[in-house]
C-alpha cells in the first residue's frame, strides 16, 4: 500500500516507512477488535440457543411429569448438543446452564454480551459468581454491579472482583458459608502413574496461600544460595515440592540440600506472608453473619479480602489481627476503596508496602502477573528527575517493564503516565490510550442489602 501523495523533502525514507507501519498496524488492530466484538455477538447468539434448548427441554419434562424433575431429559439434550457441537457433555452442559441463567436473570449482563463488549468467559465468570444469590432482588442488585465491572477488565480479573460484588447481595454470608465449608476439610490422595501420586489438600484459603508464600520463598532461596551440584538442577517448582514433602516427613527442614542458605540461616525459620485487605468498618462492626445486615439503615459493609484470591470471612481477618508479624493488613477507604494505611510499617519499607496493597499485581493493562514477580519501576525513570515517591512508583512484571522502556522506528513505543490515585494511562504504538485503575479501589459503594 503506497501513499496518496509524496513525502515532503525533508521527510526521511525511514520516518516515512514507519508511518506506513503504523498505519497498517492500527487497521489490522482495528480490524481485531471489530472482530472479537463480532465474535463475540456470535458467542451470545449460541448462548441464546442454548437457553431455549434448556427451556425446551424442562417444558417436555413438564408435560409428561418426569419423576425426576427433568433432570435426565436435560441430561438427555445436553448429550445430544454436546453431540452436534463437538464441545463434550461436561462443557455443553456447563454453558448450557450459564446460557439459561444469564438469560433468567442477568439481563443487563445479557445485553451487553449481545452488544459484543463483553465474552463467553466473562459472562461465565459473572454467572459463576452468583450461585451465592437467589433472591430477585439480589441478582437483580449483582446484574447492575457486574455489567459495569465486566466492561472494564479482563474475564481474569472479573473473577476477584465479582466475587467480591456476590457478596453484598449472597442470601448467606461468607462467615456463614465458610463455617459450613471448613467442615469439609480433608486431605485426599490421587494415584497417578509411574510411582507418582498427588497430594491435595481442602483448607482454609489464608492458610493455602500462606503455605503456598512459605514454600516459594524457601524454594527461591535454596536456588539462589546452591550452585547445580547441590540443587541437582532442580527447578523451582520441584525445589518446593521437595521442601513441602520433607517438612511434613520430618516436621522441619533438615537435607543437606535444602537447610540453609549460603549464609547459615535456617530455611525453616522462613514465615508466610499474606497480605489481606480490610474495609476500616469490617473490624469495628459485626457482619459475619446475613442478619447483621437486615437492619435498613445499616451500609453493606464489604469483607476482608485476602490478596491473589478474594472475599474471606470475616471472622478469619479477625484471627489474623492478633497475629500481625505473618500479615499485613491492608485498610481501605469503605466508599472508594483506597488504601488508607498499612500495618507493619518499617524503615525503607513503608512506601514498598504500600504501592503492593495499592497494586495488587502488575499494572499494565489486563495483566494478573503478581507482586513477586514484578519490579517496582519508576513511571517517571530517576535518571529524568523521577521522584520516588508514591505518585512515581508501580508494579510491573519483567515483560510488560521491559516493554516500557523498548522502542522502534525513533520513538515509538508503549508510553505510560501516572494520575491522581496510582490511575495508570498507557499510550500504545498506535497513538490508543488504555486506563488500568488500581484494582484495590474497585470497590463498591456502601447499599442497603435488599
Known sequence: MQPTTPAPPHTSPRAHVGEHVLALLSAFVDQAEQLTRHINQLE????????????????????????????????????????????????????????HRMMQNFPRLAESFQRG??????????ITASAVISHPDGLAGYDAEVSKLACTMTAGQLKTHAKRAAEAFADRSLDERHEDAR?????????????????????????????????????????????????????????QADVFTE??????????????????????????????????????????????????????????????????????ARKLAGYSSAWDRVLTHPIDGAVLAVDRYRPNEDLKRFLGA?????????????????????????????????????????????????????????????????????????GREYRDIPKSSVRFRPRVPF
Open 44 to 99: 451470545f447468539l449460541r448462548a441464546t440457543c442454548f437457553a431455549q434448548i434448556s427451556e425446551l427441554a424442562s417444558a417436555i419434562a413438564r408435560e409428561e411429569q418426569h419423576a425426576d424433575r427433568g433432570e435426565l431429559m436435560h441430561r438427555t439434550v445436553e448429550a445430544e448438543v454436546a453431540a452436534a457441537t463437538q464441545l463434550g457433555h461436561t462443557a455443553a452442559s456447563t454453558r448450557m446452564a450459564h446460557a
Open 117 to 126: 463488549e463483553i465474552s463467553m468467559a466473562h459472562a461465565s465468570t459473572a
Open 183 to 239: 467442615a469439609g476439610r480433608e486431605i485426599r490422595v490421587i494415584d497417578l502413574d509411574d510411582g507418582m501420586a498427588q497430594l491435595t489438600a481442602s483448607i482454609g484459603a489464608v492458610e493455602a496461600y500462606a503455605i503456598r508464600d512459605r514454600l516459594t520463598r524457601i524454594a527461591h532461596l535454596v536456588n539462589e544460595s546452591k550452585d547445580d551440584t547441590q540443587t541437582g538442577g532442580r527447578t523451582l517448582r520441584q525445589i
Open 247 to 316: 517438612i511434613l516427613l520430618t516436621g522441619g527442614i533438615t537435607s543437606a540440600n535444602a537447610a540453609s542458605d549460603a549464609d547459615g540461616h535456617p530455611l525453616g525459620a522462613i514465615s508466610a506472608r499474606v497480605q489481606v485487605s480490610v474495609p476500616v468498618f469490617t473490624l469495628m462492626r459485626g457482619c459475619g453473619k446475613a442478619s447483621d445486615r437486615t437492619d435498613p439503615g445499616a451500609p453493606y459493609v464489604s469483607p476482608a479480602e485476602l490478596a491473589g484470591y478474594g472475599p474471606i470471612p470475616t471472622d478469619v
Open 358 to 430: 495499592r497494586d495488587m499485581h502488575c499494572r499494565f493493562p489486563g495483566c494478573l502477573r503478581r507482586l513477586d514477580h514484578c519490579d517496582i519501576d519508576h513511571t517517571i525513570a530517576a535518571a529524568n528527575g523521577g521522584a520516588t515517591s508514591l505518585s512515581n512508583l508501580g508494579h510491573l512484571c519483567r515483560k510488560h517493564h521491559v516493554l516500557k522502556h523498548w522502542r522502534f522506528l525513533g520513538d515509538t513505543g508503549w508510553k505510560v503516565r501516572q494520575r491522581a490515585n496510582g490511575v495508570y494511562e498507557w499510550t500504545s504504538p498506535l
